[in-house]
């Protein structure tokens, strides 16, 4: 049985070739060279780096989330209270598949984005009769309501925004606040 292995020319191939010529030696029993040879073969399918230990391995940064900046700004501009929770609203917005400018914009247009809220309730939730034990239970529960809560699951942005606050231009003020984080 012969096999042959192309591998890209680099010094990982040529140590490959290097051994597998070295494997050819009389030395080397058949089931020994086939099993060797196999696993290359596997090993050249699975398309594995054949890069020397000592090789550095090189990760790649993730790059800054350009959201997190925009929502920094914003809540700057507003002169918000810190800690602003961009993540927390980021997560939220990610994991419920949210506008990520929804509950900031809601939050500067209910409480002044938490300068008159009370019980860790920026939004403006239920006034007085809902609160959350932390800014980020309360991003994560507005989130989950405005997402998969039967009064707003499968409305768009103006139809959950009028069932949260049933006046005329709510919608609008609050879809205009949303443009300001872009």
Same mark, same amino acid.
């Given at each position: 049985?012969?096999?042959?292995?192309r591998? !890209? +020319?680099?010094?990982?191939?040529?140590r490959?070739?290097?051994f597998?010529?070295?494997?050819?030696? !009389?030395?080397f029993g058949?089931?020994?060279?086939?099993?060797?040879?196999?696993?290359?073969?596997?090993?050249?399918?699975?398309?594995?780096?054949?890069a020397?230990?000592q &090789?550095p391995?090189?990760?790649a940064a993730?790059?800054? &989330?350009?959201?997190? =900046?925009?929502?920094?700004?914003?809540?700057?501009?507003?002169?918000c209270? +810190?800690p602003?929770?961009? =993540?927390?609203?980021?997560?939220?917005? &990610?994991?419920?598949?949210?506008d990520?400018?929804?509950l900031?914009?809601i939050?500067?247009? +209910?409480?002044?984005?938490?300068w008159?809220e009370?019980?860790?309730?920026?939004?403006?939730y239920h006034?007085?009769?809902?609160?959350?034990?932390?800014?980020?239970?309360?991003?994560?529960?507005?989130?989950?309501?405005?997402?998969?809560n !039967?009064?707003?699951?499968?409305?768009?942005?103006v =139809?959950?925004?009028?069932?949260?606050n !049933?006046?005329?231009?709510?919608? &609008?003020?609050v879809r205009?606040?949303?443009?300001?984080?872009?």
């Open positions: 049985m012969i096999f042959v292995i591998l !890209p +020319e680099s010094a990982a191939s040529r490959a070739a290097a597998l010529a070295a494997m050819a030696r !009389p030395r058949k089931a020994v060279r086939g099993a060797l040879a196999g696993l290359l073969l596997c090993a050249g399918a699975a398309n594995v780096n054949l020397r230990p &090789d391995f090189i990760q993730n790059p800054p &989330d350009p959201r997190a =900046e925009r929502l920094r700004a914003f809540f700057r501009a507003y002169h209270p +810190e602003h929770h961009v =993540e927390a609203y980021l997560r939220a917005a &990610d994991r419920y598949g949210l990520y400018r929804l900031p914009a939050s500067v247009r +209910e409480t002044t984005c938490g008159n009370k019980n860790n309730n920026f939004w403006g006034p007085g009769r809902q609160s959350f034990a932390s800014v980020e239970s309360g991003i994560e529960f507005l989130a989950r309501q405005l997402a998969i !039967p009064p707003y699951a499968g409305k768009d942005i =139809e959950k925004l009028f069932t949260y !049933p006046r005329r231009a709510y919608a &609008d003020e205009r606040i949303m443009r300001q984080i872009e």
